[in-house]
């Protein structure tokens, strides 16, 4: 036999050997798919394979050995909506957070606003045996460290407390938080100078972490507020992520340009900053917020005791309302309830209304005082009707803005809590995109996709692409719509077909399906 002869043999048997082998077997393929990739480029046409729950192949393929095939039927598949600003410590209670994954919201980053758990490797390893939906990440927050070591006083911590609080965002780092939070305008955050902050950024950071803020102030202080956090971020040599950027004194409306030219300006000169919003003209937070922080030092029991001082009560009702004609606004009728125990007749309705029913009056005097009784019976979760249509759409546009709901898990009925929570990213898609066309659907996508996971290394997510998590959302960008109002909250989101988490189908597009495929995810200074 010639060489040449052997050679040809040998071919033959090899591609033989080749033709002969099945093709690969995929556990899901989506087809009749038009793909939103996360980058931010127009869709295209393709179809997805999903292998152990990774995406192992995108575009033009044979689907044929598939265990399960979802037609997409020429709809939008996106990856899974990245959340960056949940708050939900509370989820393992709830594990299916169902209004989160039927808007979309395949992954939570938790601890936001300087309120987290403290023991962050329990908190990530609950996975084991408490399974979830979604896939959840946390930071490791400022006002909650800085509660366990200092309690709330409102002082500077010694030289020992600052080692302390160190030591434990370290150790947080290290347990797989993605970065730090502060609320620095709630108790205790809003006690804290730069400094201090600046020292427990700088013990994150060395762990590759974010600093994400809820600024100082979103009113009148809010352009000093945001030049704070970004020094903070500059000295201790890390990115900044500013919480549910806004602004909230009416006062101040219009004025978008100045506060996002403090961000454009900082990151011209290399600082990576970028914000997160929801889009609605209404915020969500504490009732207690509407008292003077040093009023309510050293919690509850503290505060009630200094409403029950003439001198300080009086100082605290010229406060409020030195703050309320500061910001513009005529009264507290912008002010509705959102959740409260001791009354929940009150929910819904707005101070105004509440003062005229219990006191027969609404003038200022009369709406603070009922403010400063519901505080007194343990306070209530808020509403906060401030903001600005034209603010909300010019944030919006900027392409280092994030979608993000600042929601916790919905208790499906309960309370009448901001409609954002069932309704933030179908709302952009739907009102923002299709309707009023502020942005595209690729930029949309990217905002909720490929720029969270990039903030906060999730390094897997936020992109179809091979290789990376199969965290998938179907949608028909023509009826992707919210559905929840202020008035009627508890309404899922409309227009989504599948939700897919690591490559299992949670949300069929009618009913949850049961499955709890969710990980922790950590970050880049986890030790494993």
């Given at each position: ?485 202020f008035e009627a909250p508890h309404q899922y989101a409309a227009g989504f ?32």
């Amino acid at each position: 036999m010639t060489k040449l002869s052997f050679l040809i043999i040998v071919s033959i048997l090899f591609l033989t050997v080749n033709f002969a082998q099945p093709p690969e077997t995929f556990d899901l393929v989506i087809i009749n798919a038009r793909i939103v990739d996360g980058t931010g480029n127009p869709w295209f046409r393709g179809s997805i394979a999903v292998k152990d729950g990774k995406i192992v192949k995108v575009g033009q393929f044979d689907p044929a050995n598939a265990k399960q095939t979802i037609d997409a039927q020429n709809k939008i598949v996106a990856p899974g909506f990245i959340d960056v600003h949940a708050h939900t410590e509370d989820i393992f209670g709830n594990p299916t957070a169902e209004n989160f994954i039927r808007m979309g919201v395949t992954s939570l980053i938790t601890g936001n606003c300087g309120g987290s758990v403290t023991d962050v490797g329990e908190f990530l390893g609950r996975y084991k045996e408490k399974p979830l939906t979604v896939n959840l990440a946390t930071l490791i927050a400022h006002g909650s460290v800085r509660s366990k070591v200092m309690g709330l006083d409102d002082r500077a911590p010694t030289p020992d407390e600052q080692q302390k609080m160190n030591l434990m965002v370290e150790q947080g780092m290290k347990e797989g938080a993605v970065g730090l939070s502060t609320g620095l305008i709630y108790v205790p955050g809003t006690f804290a100078k730069t400094e201090e902050v600046v020292e427990l950024a700088k013990a994150a950071s060395k762990y590759g972490g974010t600093y994400a803020s809820h600024i100082r102030s979103e009113g009148n202080g809010v352009a000093d507020a945001i030049k704070e956090a970004i020094n903070i971020g500059e000295q201790a040599n890390m990115p900044v992520e500013i919480s549910h950027f806004k602004i909230s004194s009416k006062a101040l409306w219009g004025q978008t340009p100045m506060t996002l030219g403090l961000v454009k300006a900082a990151r011209e000169r290399g600082v990576t900053v970028t914000v997160d919003q929801y889009a609605y003209t209404a915020s969500s937070t504490s009732l207690d917020v509407r008292l003077p922080s040093w009023s309510i030092a050293g919690g509850r029991q503290e505060g009630i005791k200094r409403l029950a001082d003439p001198e300080s009560r009086k100082k605290i009702i010229a406060e409020m309302k030195e703050n309320l004609k500061k910001s513009k606004f005529k009264d507290y009728s912008n002010s509705y309830v959102a959740s409260y125990r001791a009354n929940p007749e009150f929910n819904g309705k707005n101070i105004a209304e509440i003062t005229q029913m219990v006191k027969g009056k609404k003038k200022i005097d009369s709406q603070i005082e009922q403010i400063l009784d519901m505080y007194e019976k343990g306070g209530a979760g808020m509403v906060y009707r401030v903001m600005s249509e034209d603010d909300v759409q010019n944030i919006m546009r900027q392409p280092f803005t994030m979608i993000a709901a600042d929601s916790g898990v919905r208790q499906f009925g309960s309370g009448v809590p901001h409609p954002r929570g069932y309704g933030n990213n179908a709302r952009v898609l739907g009102r923002y995109v299709r309707e009023l066309k502020i942005i595209s659907l690729a930029d949309a996508v990217r905002k909720m996709t490929s720029l969270p996971a990039q903030t906060f290394g999730l390094r897997d997510r936020g992109q179809i692409r091979e290789g990376s998590a199969a965290d998938l959302v179907i949608f028909d960008e023509n009826t992707v719509a919210d559905k929840a109002t202020f008035e009627a909250p508890h309404q899922y989101a409309a227009g989504f077909s599948s939700v897919i988490v690591n490559g299992e189908i949670v949300f069929d597009g009618e009913k949850m399906t049961g499955k709890m495929p969710g990980q922790a995810l950590f970050g880049s200074g986890f030790s494993r």
